[in-house]
């Protein structure tokens, strides 16, 4: 995003006035280890870092419902047991090992997209837009 600002300075004697055309960039660093060591420790943190709440309420939404789903997987696992149902047992070993093996995927997909730092699409149109009016 870059912001241009034009000052104009006039003295006396002076028949036209002296413009000076100044440009501040303001570039905010999205990404990097510190985000994804963030996303490491709380699922959806690096994103928040990076300013992509979105995606940040995303991740976390995300492990939370897999931890959730894994979490009743195990106590139908432990209902079954109780109950020496082999087949509700086998639905219930079987849902624990799918929603943990997502939840890995979710969590290595986190923490390489709060590397990255990625931006959503709106901030960039939006970025695009500014850079295009200046």
Request: positive net charge; proline residues 3%; hydrophobic residues 45%.
């Amino acid at each position: 995003m870059s912001i241009s600002a034009v000052n104009s300075i006039s003295f006396k004697g002076n028949a036209q006035p002296a413009q000076t055309t100044q440009t501040v960039q303001q570039e905010r660093k999205v990404g990097g280890v510190a985000p994804a060591v963030g996303s490491f420790f709380i699922p959806g943190l690096g994103h928040f870092m990076n300013g992509d709440n979105k995606a940040g309420f995303k991740f976390l939404g995300g492990q939370i419902g897999l931890g959730a789903l894994t979490g009743l997987s195990a106590l139908v696992t432990g209902i079954a047991a109780s109950n020496e149902s082999k087949a509700l047992a086998i639905v219930g070993v079987a849902g624990a090992l799918l929603s943990s093996i997502g939840g890995f995927a979710l969590k290595i997909a986190d923490i390489v997209k709060a590397y990255r730092g990625e931006q959503p699409k709106e901030n960039k149109q939006a970025e695009n837009k500014v850079d295009a009016q200046a």
